[in-house]
């Protein structure tokens, strides 16, 4: 009874193309937001269960905020734009490299040391950049194709990161570590700064993204999407459209590979971004919903919580499980439901709240 | 069901948004009706000649369409018709020929040329974005005259804004127009086949052509369905001055709406002419009953 | 020196040939496509001059390189003919390939330790080790067809390949979770080095047993299918259905269990790449991504054409051994890791449907 749109009229195209047309959306929307921009810090502050514990934070929001953004970038190129990745994982770990070259700064070419936010932000654009390099095969081949296209860049920046030296800084080990976290003077060291860091990064880069989808460019990736051979005789370019969608997805999939870098892990290797991440981000895609900003923080949310399910359950009901087993029943538990939803739901979870809302604005009665 | 119940209501809503779309038209110079029939030629087509591998799908294939015209292409299945306006709108390539639009000849099109030059088009089988609603296609149709930037997008703030809500003013006029304000927010791939046809109308409509190509309009559709869309076609004409090839193969159709019909076979031209001059034309006749040997 | 005098002169005609030939071939290109076309032509004829003046510098040991590259070739074409025949049949780009020669690995070496473990003759064993895995293919074969395929009918290619990602991830954890996740060495093969030429060039070439036992194997899996294909009732069908889906329906091919067949004969494929890349690697984790190469190794061939899956998979072979031995001590080794990739996207770049692919032509 509460979920409707009865009563609220729209005299104005520019109410009626808001991101929530209802007024309920909106609420919960601005609720959501308020609790997680003030809510979760000041119960964190005063110790609140489960706020309180640093794990909730360090390993469960800060993960799922990250990640969230890059399956946004990722949903941008497959679930709107149709044009299938699997290298996703590449261009997180060019982001988080090239952030690092930038924050420790290339004496070759006389470049100091730049502060923090503009080396993320310049490893999105470097990010961007071999994107739309990898994008142009995509003038030419479609689907399948594409995937091994993908795929090429994912191994060869997996071997770049590893042996080509001068992007570690020449680190012995391979591994390297984040410079200090100076926003404007202000250290991120806590788990809570680090995760409103995150939390700013990705309601900024998700409202840029909505802002995209419903545009006008939007509308060409989609139609590049559903029909490429009619959008291209309407007067839609793909080189422009598909390169844009390369360019957008690498940037936002380029920053939060840097986040995950900086933020999260402090100190990584190449394994960090290899292809299982990007099948990672493929699968939080598929299962949260192609086409969809909801359904990338979805897809995140249950990709992250399954492993974690798997290893908390089974041991409060005293089987607990060996690391191994819980690691092959998440790739079965993924797997099968990746086909499941391909069967049932190619929409994924995004759908299905949908449906519930559709539902939720009917009830109590069935039509 | 719907449809019909609000039959009465309908009138009065559609007679002031044709209005506007008359308005609109009535700024541009072609639109005044009275001069629809001239004899300045807007696109001809010379020596086309296409294959594939070594199948001849047209062979010099020469004709032309006047400015504010209805024209008609028929045809036996094969013919190359479908063919022909893929070439028109620059999707195949032909090996020889001259195409000229509006006094510039060339030697092929290119679909993004020949989108900006003022040709859009529909389709055979219905190839709309299965994935966005009714809005967003004939939003997509607005593309090129949409200049704004991917910043004030990604912002969404200001012009982008502005742009936005003036493209969608035209697409709501062309929604009124065409009497689909009730599947307006639907995603196209759930509405019936009648329904996309007459999307795929809008979405090449909104891209204000001065030559619309329709490729079987009314295939697959009833007498309904047909009468209404032979209403739209004549109505694009009429009052926006759009000049309009189709392809058809109802006749009853083609020669009520036609001013000229251009007839193929095997990728050849066989007649050209009126409708009544095509209809006693004795190959016309033969190709489509077939010859008595 | 004198090598890369006769080398870099044929290189440079290399470059020119290749412009002539992208110049004169008459196809309409963009700016784009002319300029990347250029350039490959360029980074091409640089690697074969650069190839040419190793070869010519020491015969004998290119010859080496290169036999060795084309023997394990011929495993890369093995499990590309899977992908081939899967494509052709069922319209699937099939990713779980790598999948199934690790969970045919997996199967027959645990099998097989069972059995010789509890005392089973070595000469036994290994048939019914060989049996037993073949099973597990069936099983895989059958439960793909029913619960993956079957449902997703008619799909787009798109959501297919994203399904077999799905099913890779199950066949991977299931694997593993039943039979183990360790390397476990396996020894079906000799393994040890042999000698051939010694007449011709000082030393000889060195070749492994290993790679030459492959490459019979191989050659007879190739003619055998080639036979069940060209001259059985089966294969006769699994034509038709490649050629037109409906049409072979229509006509009461059952559809269904060409699938199960063509899934099957993959799975049989894999288990012998299995055996050979078992012996010399140990069956571990890692094949997977070994298998993985046949999907380059497509796009080179054409994804419909096996005797592309064939040429393909020596092309990348030998391309990728001597890229690794020659190249990779200028820019540092690993290149096999992603030499094929790149090589793939070189040929989409220029030949979007493979060396022996058909040209698409796209209807409206």
């Known amino acids: ?367 | 069901m719907s449809v019909k119940t609000e039959m009465p209501v309908a009138p009065a809503e559609t007679v002031p948004s044709l209005a506007m779309v008359m308005a609109e038209a009535e700024r541009r110079p072609e639109a005044d009706a009275r001069q629809r029939l001239t004899t300045e030629v807007l696109l001809s087509v010379e020596g086309v000649s296409l294959s594939f591998g070594g199948v001849k799908a047209i062979s010099d294939a020469s004709f032309d369409i006047r400015k504010g015209e209805i024209r008609a292409i028929i045809g036996p299945n094969g013919a190359g018709k479908t063919s022909m306006l893929n070439v028109i709108n620059g999707f195949y390539f032909p090996q020889q020929g001259v195409i000229t639009f509006k006094g510039e000849k060339r030697r092929e099109m290119r679909p993004y040329f020949a989108a900006t030059s003022g040709i859009s088009r529909t389709f055979q089988n219905v190839a709309l974005f299965k994935g966005m609603t009714t809005l967003d296609n004939m939003m997509a149709g607005r593309t090129l005259k949409m200049n704004k930037g991917l910043f004030w997008q990604a912002l969404r703030v200001g012009p982008a804004v502005a742009e936005e809500i003036r493209h969608r003013e035209v697409v709501e006029r062309l929604i009124d127009f065409l009497e689909i304000q009730h599947i307006r927010k639907v995603p196209v791939g759930k509405l019936p086949y009648g329904l996309q046809k007459r999307v795929e109308l809008g979405r090449a409509l909104a891209m204000e052509p001065e030559l619309l190509l329709l490729d079987e309009p009314m295939a697959g559709m009833n007498l309904e369905e047909k009468e209404d869309m032979s209403r739209f076609v004549l109505t694009i004409n009429q009052s926006l001055g759009t000049t309009i090839a189709l392809i058809e193969h109802d006749m009853g159709v083609v020669m009520d709406l036609s001013d000229r019909v251009v007839v193929l076979e095997y990728g050849r031209k066989i007649a050209d002419g009126t409708p009544d001059e095509v209809k006693s034309d004795p190959k016309v006749i033969d190709a489509y009953l077939g010859v008595s040997h | 020196m004198t090598a890369l005098s006769i080398a870099i002169p044929g290189g440079i005609g290399a470059i020119l040939a290749g412009l002539m030939f992208t110049l004169l071939r008459g196809d309409r290109k963009s700016a784009i496509d002319l300029a990347v076309h250029i350039f490959l032509a360029v980074v091409m004829a640089v690697f074969l001059a650069f190839l040419a003046a190793k070869a010519i510098d020491n015969p004998g040991g290119f010859l080496e390189i290169l036999v060795g590259g084309l023997l394990s070739g011929v495993l890369y074409s093995l499990v590309a003919l899977g992908f081939v025949l899967i494509f052709k049949a069922s319209g699937v780009f099939n990713y779980a390939q790598g999948a199934m020669v690790l969970v045919a690995g997996l199967a027959l070496v645990r099998s097989l330790d069972f059995l010789t473990a509890s005392g089973v003759a070595t000469v036994v064993a290994v048939p019914l080790a060989i049996l037993f895995s073949g099973a597990v293919m069936a099983l895989c074969a059958f439960v793909i067809e029913k619960w993956v395929l079957r449902p997703l009918l008619n799909q787009d290619g798109l959501t297919l390949f994203m399904s077999t990602i799905g099913a890779t991830f199950v066949l991977e954890g299931l694997a593993q979770m039943v039979f183990g996740s360790e390397v476990y060495p396996l020894k079906l093969f000799p393994t040890d080095p042999m000698i051939l030429l010694e007449s011709v060039f000082p030393g000889g070439i060195l070749v492994n047993k290993l790679d030459v036992w492959g490459g019979v194997i191989a050659g007879v899996l190739v003619a055998a299918l080639a036979l069940f294909f060209q001259y059985t009732k089966t294969g006769r069908a699994l034509r038709a259905v490649a050629d037109d889906h409906a049409a072979a329906q229509s006509v009461g091919i059952p559809i269904s269990w060409i699938w199960f067949i063509v899934w099957l004969v993959a799975g049989i494929v894999a288990l012998v790449a299995a055996t050979v890349w078992g012996t010399k690697l140990g069956i571990q984790f890692s094949i997977v991504f070994l298998a993985l190469k046949a999907l380059p190794v497509l796009i080179i061939g054409g994804f419909t054409s096996v005797p592309g899956a064939i040429v393909g998979g020596l092309i990348v072979g030998a391309g990728e051994k001597l890229a690794e031995l020659y190249i990779g001590e200028l820019i540092g080794g690993g290149i096999e890791y992603w030499f094929a990739y790149v090589l793939a996207l070189a040929v989409l770049l220029v030949r979007p449907q493979g060396l022996f692919g058909e040209k698409i032509i796209e209807r409206i």
């Open chain 1, 1 to 367: 009874m509460l979920y409707r749109e009865t009563g609220q009229f729209k005299s104005t195209y520019s109410a009626d193309m808001g991101i929530f047309p209802l007024r309920q959306d909106r609420n919960a929307l601005f609720v959501l937001l308020a609790f997680a921009f003030i809510g979760v810090p000041l119960l964190a502050h005063f110790h609140v269960w489960p706020f309180g514990s640093e794990y909730l934070l360090r390993a469960i929001l800060l993960p799922f905020l990250i990640l969230s953004m890059a399956a946004i970038g990722v949903n941008i190129l497959i679930g709107y734009c149709g044009q299938i990745s699997l290298g996703s994982g590449a261009f997180m770990a060019i982001g988080a490299y090239m952030a690092y070259k930038f924050g420790t700064g290339m004496p070759e070419i006389g470049l100091p040391p730049l502060p923090v936010l503009v080396s993320i932000l310049l490893g999105g654009v470097c990010s961007a950049l071999v994107g739309i390099l990898f994008g142009i095969p995509s003038l030419r081949i479609k689907g399948l194709y594409l995937a091994v296209a993908t795929l090429a860049a994912q191994f060869f920046f997996d071997w770049v990161f590893l042996r080509v030296a001068w992007f570690t800084n020449y680190a012995p080990s391979g591994s390297v570590s984040a410079p200090e976290l100076n926003v404007f003077g202000w250290v991120v060291n806590e788990p809570l700064e680090r995760y409103l860091l995150c939390l700013t990064f990705v309601t900024v880069f998700a409202l840029i993204a909505k802002n995209l989808v419903r545009g006008n460019i939007g509308r060409q990736w989609m139609a590049i999407r559903d029909m490429d051979i009619a959008a291209e005789l309407m007067g839609i370019r793909p080189f422009f459209a598909k390169l844009s969608a390369f360019a957008v997805s690498s940037f936002i999939v380029g920053v939060a590979g840097a986040l995950w870098a900086f933020v999260y892990l402090g100190a990584w290797e190449p394994l960090a971004f290899s292809i299982d991440r990007s099948l990672q981000l493929l699968f939080m895609v598929i299962i949260g919903g192609l086409g969809s900003i909801l359904g990338s923080f979805l897809g995140a949310g249950f990709i992250l919580i399954v492993p974690i399910m798997l290893n908390l359950v089974p041991s409060e009901l005293g089987v607990p499980l060996s690391t191994e087993t819980i690691s092959h029943l998440e790739f079965i538990i993924f797997g099968s439901l990746i086909c499941f939803l391909l069967i049932k739901e190619p929409h994924g979870f995004a759908r299905l709240v949908t449906l519930m809302k559709e539902k939720l604005r009917l009830w109590p009665f069935p039509y």
